[in-house]
């Protein structure tokens, strides 16, 4: 199977510590977690994905609004320098310990924080990534 994710969760990825909205929200990224470190791949869309799922019952629901949208063109767009290629809707990538290790380096150093600027995590976010990353649930194998 493949895992369809919004660009901007190829960050939040990076930082996930069982942390989110509801339990159901958790319950849901927690299971994508262990799909990502099995080793399935990505599958890049737009709009809400299987992170999002949860959420799509509420009322109104962030997933569509355009903060979220534009999130997810800074994410693409800062991804897809680090990775050297364009990172757009109906993309496959297959992650690994040194993708993400070199993600989560430049997370660290802020060249990918363009798109989390007024994320209500973004302040989690950085305390993760100068802890080293130690408590994420996204653990792949030693290269």
Same mark, same amino acid.
């Given at each position: 199977m493949t895992i369809r994710l919004r660009?901007?969760?190829? !960050?939040?990825?990076?930082?996930? /510590?069982?942390?989110?909205?509801?339990p159901a929200f958790t319950?849901?990224?927690?299971? %994508? %977690?262990?799909? &990502?470190a099995a080793g399935e791949d990505i599958l890049i869309q737009e709009g809400p994905d299987d992170v999002c799922q949860p959420l799509l019952g509420e009322k109104d629901?962030?997933?569509?609004? $355009?903060? /979220? /949208?534009?999130? $997810?063109a800074k994410?693409?767009?800062?991804v897809g320098l !680090? &990775?050297?290629?364009? #990172?757009?809707? *109906?993309d496959v990538l297959t992650l690994?310990?040194? %993708? #993400?290790?070199?993600f989560r380096t430049a997370f660290r150093q *802020?060249?990918?924080r363009t798109a989390c600027t007024g994320c209500e995590w973004f302040d989690l976010c950085s305390a993760v990534s100068k802890a *080293?990353?130690? $408590?994420?649930? !996204?653990? &792949?194998?030693?290269?």
């Open positions: 660009a901007h969760h190829l !960050l939040c990825m990076l930082t996930y /510590v069982g942390k989110g909205y509801t319950d849901n990224y927690d299971k %994508i %977690i262990a799909r &990502l629901p962030h997933c569509f609004w $355009d903060s /979220v /949208v534009e999130r $997810d994410a693409a767009q800062a !680090l &990775l050297g290629k364009t #990172i757009a809707s *109906g690994d310990s040194a %993708i #993400i290790a070199r *802020g060249s990918t *080293g990353y130690a $408590d994420t649930r !996204l653990q &792949l194998p030693p290269l």
